[in-house]
């Protein structure tokens, strides 16, 4: 197997770790372990352990004109489409996954804790 892989646009993955071995990625369940002591399955299943997600929480969303936009300004009020108390939307990469509420974190910080997690097929449609 060559490491050209130019003509088919993979440029920055040829520069820093090999291709896999078939026969480690063809392994049958059950298999001997691979060479760090881990079943190959494990070893698959760490592969996406470091892809990054976007997590973005949405308290509301409002829509006005443009024009109403620019004449926005400092201590400006939006007001959204949400009431105090109501549920907050947890989505990650744009896929809604969640909903939860506010909190504070160490008293100058605030985050979100999940407190219904939505089936895939709630979250299709």
């Known amino acids: 197997m ?7 646009g993979l440029e920055d993955f ?7 071995d078939a026969s480690a990625t063809a392994a049958p369940a ?17 592969a996406v352990y470091d892809i990054p997600v ?6 509301g969303t409002a829509t006005m004109p443009v ?20 549920a907050v939307d947890i989505y ?8 939860g509420e506010v909190v504070v974190v160490d008293d100058n910080h605030i985050g979100v804790t999940m407190t219904e997690i939505l089936s895939s ?3 299709n449609g």
């Open 121 to 123: 097929s709630a979250t």
């Open 14 to 20: 040829a520069t820093t770790t090999p291709a896999p």
């Open 2 to 8: 060559t490491t050209d892989n130019t003509d088919i």
């Open 67 to 86: 024009n109403q936009l620019l004449r926005l300004g400092r201590g400006a009020v939006v007001e959204l489409d949400r009431k105090l108390g109501e």
């Open 30 to 46: 059950g298999a001997a372990p691979a060479p760090d002591g881990k079943d190959v399955d494990d070893a698959q299943k760490e």
């Open 54 to 59: 976007k997590i973005t929480a949405v308290i």
């Open 92 to 99: 990650a990469n744009n896929r809604l996954i969640a909903r």
